[in-house]
């Protein structure tokens, strides 16, 4: 697991250090991509018991999607 670990953690590197990816969305806006990678390696450091590196990745991805989220959200 330690190992998977540091393959997660080399992996969101490369991905800090490389252009915000956009993906259409029906042809009409465009979102940031958010790989799953943040979410299986905060499980990963969870399993380890890295829980403050794990709440630090977790807030990356709040960080990289807040502004997709209305302040009111309608149902």
Known sequence: ???????????????????QQ?????GRSALPRIP???LEAASALEQLERHKDAIAVCEE????TEDL???TLRI
């Open 61 to 64: 991805i709040i960080t990289r």
């Open 69 to 71: 989220i209305p302040e």
């Open 1 to 19: 697991m330690a190992e998977a670990v540091e393959h997660y953690l080399d992996l969101l590197a490369l991905l800090q250090e490389g252009p």
């Open 22 to 26: 956009q993906v259409p969305l029906h």
């Open 36 to 38: 799953e990678v943040f």
